[in-house]
């Protein structure tokens, strides 16, 4: 999976070894990337993955088993594995530890790194055994809590929505104090919104109000109730619903925005026959170049006849002589290579250049914190599974620093998530952030046509902004370049 969000979470207790840097909301990049800090090296650094290739390779002993180290010692070097992706690497130390030390400390680390590792390779039936036995085994530890909530991620992805709201019922009983609170609160609701059960899930949208009064959760399920009445063609109580959030508080723990409340208000306006008040609404959007929801308000403003439309023509014109003045910032490196590789699979290169100026700003030698490289962004476990398809041999980390090897990588990861969401490029933004199976969730969650309500079901903070971002640079590559890329 493409990384930035690709979110690596290491959850781990042993502070010397890991540094959390986030929380995953749902279990994912989006999910939120964690970043490991060695004793000795750096766990992300491609000299650091391989020193620890030779170190394990040359200590093999004759039945290719890994030498005998202390548990401290596998979790380093597994962290180090995980930090790039080398799954298969990271699980042989954890699961050695786990046979050698039974008994020892790390051992629900190491489970709960285990599970994550198969989480995050789409594995969930392999995962699921592996945090149910951390929960049953090690619910005194924080790691054993963390293994009995993420059966529920795991489940809801395993399309078994209504026992994933079981289990995150369970949570609340079993942990009652624990650290995910808040977050199984909020998911049961949109598991339930997943299983159909749109009833349940607006009763606990009041429970969870009433739980967290004045606080962050009870704003977010406020925007649960809100997208649970447009999925369900409940226009005049999405207008109320719609003007209660506007007049909200806002922090950084809140899952939406000022500016996207503002566009669904003026949408749920115009679904409910509104149109004189939508027309005003949306009028009042502000757009730029750098306005996804301006971008998204004067778009339906042109679908609405008579004054609306050269409203939104004048808005339009604004834009694009503001795109002109700023055209230095959208180049086209790359050309050739873009063009032969996004042709041959009728991608829009316009969408390849979006994406690539927000996951590497065209940097050939960048690198994530999730262990994505090069000019796309590629994790190697993405790049193992196109390569053959791209007609590319044994893809090495190395590989994908070289720029028509990442261009021609991506461009059938795109031609794939192209024909997957059809017409939706926000959907295909938010498949090479978040991963293809939760936009996936979140599209048929929304029950609408509208790309602003797909967008508000997004549910990793970094993927919804991450999704605003490359459609305000493809909005802009569209209006200044054809679609061979040549200055219009």
Not at 328 to 338: A, C, F, G, L
Request: hydrophobic share 40%; proline share 5%.
């Amino acid at each position: 999976m493409i990384a930035s969000l690709i979110q690596i979470a290491v959850v781990c207790a042993l502070t010397f070894t890991l540094i959390p840097a986030g929380v995953w909301r749902e279990g994912a990049r989006a999910e939120t990337t964690a970043t490991a800090s060695l004793l000795k090296f750096e766990g992300q650094d491609d000299d650091a993955l391989a020193i620890v290739r030779r170190t394990d390779s040359a200590g093999r002993g004759a039945d290719g088993k890994l030498p005998q180290l202390t548990s401290e010692e596998h979790m380093r070097r597994a962290t180090v594995y995980f930090a790039n992706r080398a799954f298969t690497e990271a699980r042989e130390h954890w699961q050695t530890l786990i046979t050698r030390y039974p008994t020892d400390q790390n051992v629900p680390a190491a489970l709960f790194s285990t599970g994550r590792s198969f989480f995050q390779q789409q594995r969930y039936r392999d995962a699921l055994p592996v945090f149910e036995e951390l929960g049953l085994k090690h619910p005194q530890t924080k790691d054993g809590r963390d293994g009995f909530y993420y059966v529920a991620p795991t489940l809801l992805r395993m399309n078994r929505p209504a026992e994933a709201a079981a289990r995150y019922q369970a949570y609340l009983v079993q942990f009652p104090q624990g650290e995910r609170i808040e977050d199984a609160h909020l998911n049961i609701i949109d598991s339930l919104r997943e299983a159909g059960r749109f009833a349940e899930a607006a009763l606990w949208v009041t429970r969870t109000r009433e739980r967290f009064p004045n606080m962050p959760a009870e704003t977010n399920a406020l925007f649960a109730r809100l997208r649970l009445e447009m999925a369900g063609g409940n226009w005049q109580a999405a207008v109320r619903t719609s003007e209660d959030l506007r007049r909200a508080k806002f922090d950084r723990k809140v899952t939406t925005s000022p500016t996207e409340l503002s566009y669904l208000h003026a949408y749920s306006l115009e679904r409910a026959g509104s149109t004189e008040q939508a027309i005003k609404a949306y009028q009042a959007i502000p757009d730029g170049a750098n306005s996804y929801y301006g971008g998204l308000a004067t778009a339906r403003l042109q679908t609405i006849s008579g004054a609306a439309k050269q409203i939104a023509d004048a808005r339009a014109l604004r834009v694009r002589t503001e795109l002109a003045a700023a055209s230095s910032s959208y180049p086209v490196p790359y050309r050739e290579s873009i063009l032969r590789h996004t042709t041959a699979r009728k991608v829009d290169p316009r969408l390849m250049l979006a994406i690539m100026r927000q996951e590497s700003g065209f940097r050939p030698r960048a690198k994530s914190p999730a262990a994505a490289r090069g000019l796309m962004q590629l994790t190697i476990d993405t790049a193992a599974k196109y390569a053959s398809r791209a007609r590319l041999g044994n893809v090495q980390e190395e590989d994908l620093y070289r720029p028509d090897a990442s261009i021609q990588l991506a461009s059938e990861y795109l031609a794939e998530l192209a024909k997957m969401f059809p017409n939706l490029p926000e959907a295909v933004a938010a498949s090479y952030n978040g991963g293809e199976d939760n936009a996936a969730r979140w599209l048929r969650r929304a029950l609408q046509p509208d790309p602003g309500v797909f967008t508000s079901e997004v549910g990793f903070a970094e993927t919804k902004d991450y999704v605003a971002k490359v459609m305000s640079n493809y909005r802009a590559y569209r209006e200044l370049y054809t679609n061979d890329l040549r200055r219009r």
